[in-house]
């Protein structure tokens, strides 16, 4: 089984940052692809960012330019910095681990972004 944790989430002014944080735990194993997405009130689920185990990043179109996604392999951990946000950037925040060897897919509960004055 594997366990993913997000913390880092809370309320933001507009033009300010956050720095979200994704734990995980338990088979893991070594390659795995891991990804960020975001889900607002009353919308579809949007993918939002992923890193390779190689550190290989892409991001959403919609937040290029603003988010960083980085990880640190030994603490199985995965970073979401995120700067100048905007109110559109309200959402939950989840993340996401695709394990390379089985294809196989664990989601976190996610953790809450609101950005407002």
């Known amino acids: 089984q594997v366990q993913l944790v997000e913390s880092g989430g809370g309320l933001v002014q507009p033009g300010g940052s956050l720095r979200l944080s994704c734990a995980a735990s338990?088979?893991?194993?070594?390659?795995?692809?891991m990804n960020w997405y975001r889900q607002a009130p009353g919308k579809q689920r949007e993918w939002v960012a992923l890193?390779?185990?190689?550190?290989?990043?892409n991001y959403a179109d919609s937040v290029k330019g603003r988010f960083t996604i980085s990880r640190d392999n030994a603490e199985n951990t995965v970073y979401l910095q995120m700067n100048s946000l905007k109110p559109e950037d309200t959402a939950v925040y989840l993340c996401?681990?695709?394990?390379?060897?089985?294809?196989?897919?664990?989601w976190g509960q996610g953790t809450q972004v609101t950005v407002s004055s």
């Open positions: 338990g088979r893991i194993f070594k390659f795995n692809t």
């Open positions: 996401k681990i695709v394990l390379a060897y089985s294809g196989d897919s664990y």
């Open positions: 890193i390779t185990n190689g550190g290989r990043a």
